[in-house]
């Protein structure tokens, strides 16, 4: 269902603080949703209701869902709507993403349902924010340097979020509670050799700090590219990288069958 066109858009928000309890009755501001393949991940191919909130606390440069960051547009959803929308689709596997959905306090309220209810639940984070919720996968993708908005980078001004990007994109905390807490993918988005020893030193920086064992089985680079264009130029050279690390390569399968197109 298009919801960003609905008559109750507000302005901007959740690119501060994570929204508090008193929010959680409001719902949850949506900016798509929509019932697709699972495109990345351990879970690619799987048929699946996807609830993008939108709202984020970084701005990767290359954000193939710009409208949930760097312009954030949504309705706002109570989570009866979301619930009935989601039960429309004949699926059993929901995925929460955003944006940035764990800024959300009602993103735990709408886990809880969704698990009562016997669904499958992944939630897509970038992981610098733990929340303790019914989560059956949680899909991590820490964002490396490389994504960060430098000023030849920057989609819409001069490099006003590069100090805030790179400030926030790694929280060490947040993440060891993720691995501790849920069964965990580590995707990463990879564009060359450069990102490798970024990828090595946060996974020993990880292993250093989390209770439990990360294995490179868990571990996924992921080729940069919201389009069939960009991506021709950069999934070779991750599948490459992939082998010679022994990680894994995921694809971006909705990238392939439908390109950038909305609600895929
Ligand atoms: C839009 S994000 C939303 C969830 C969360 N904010 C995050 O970054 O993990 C969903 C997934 O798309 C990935 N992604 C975003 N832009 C991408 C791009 N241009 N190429 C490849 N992956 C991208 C993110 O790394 C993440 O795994
Ligand atoms: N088909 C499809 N699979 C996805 N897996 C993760 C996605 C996301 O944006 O979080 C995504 C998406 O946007 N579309
Ligand atoms: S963290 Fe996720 S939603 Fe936020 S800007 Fe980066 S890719 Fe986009
Ligand atoms: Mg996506």
Not at 132 to 137: K, M, T, V
Not at 169 to 189: G, T
Not at 224 to 253: I, K, N, Q, S, W
């Amino acid at each position: 269902m298009p919801v960003s066109d609905s008559a109750d858009r507000t302005s901007d928000i959740g690119t501060d603080a994570a929204e508090t309890a008193d929010e959680t009755a409001e719902g949850l501001p949506i900016n798509e949703l929509f019932y697709s393949l699972q495109g990345e991940g351990t879970l690619a191919g799987v048929p699946s209701v996807f609830v993008r909130t939108s709202g984020c606390n970084l701005r990767c440069w290359f954000c193939d869902s710009y409208h949930t960051s760097w312009e954030p547009t949504h309705a706002r959803m109570t989570l009866a709507e979301i619930l009935a929308e989601i039960e429309s689709h004949d699926a059993d596997h929901v995925v929460l993403t955003g944006g940035e959905p764990l800024l959300h306090e009602a993103s735990t309220t709408l886990l809880e349902a969704l698990d009562e209810r016997g669904y499958h639940t992944t939630v897509e984070t970038n992981g610098t924010i733990y929340r303790d919720a019914p989560i059956d996968l949680a899909s991590v993708s820490p964002k490396l340097e490389s994504s960060t908005p430098t000023p030849d980078r920057d989609p819409t001004g001069d490099g006003e979020w590069e100090a805030r990007h790179e400030a926030d994109r790694i929280d060490m905390d947040a993440l060891a509670r993720l691995v501790e807490s849920y069964d965990v993918q580590l995707k990463f988005v990879v564009t060359d050799a450069e990102d490798m020893p970024e990828i090595r030193e946060l996974l020993a920086d990880l292993r250093a700090v989390a209770d439990v064992p990360v294995s490179d089985d868990d571990v996924l680079l992921m080729p940069e590219g919201a389009t069939r264009d960009r991506l021709a130029e950069t999934r070779a050279r991750v599948a490459d990288l992939a082998m010679e690390y022994g990680f894994r390569y995921t694809p971006r399968l909705h990238v392939d069958l439908w390109n950038d197109a909305p609600e895929t």
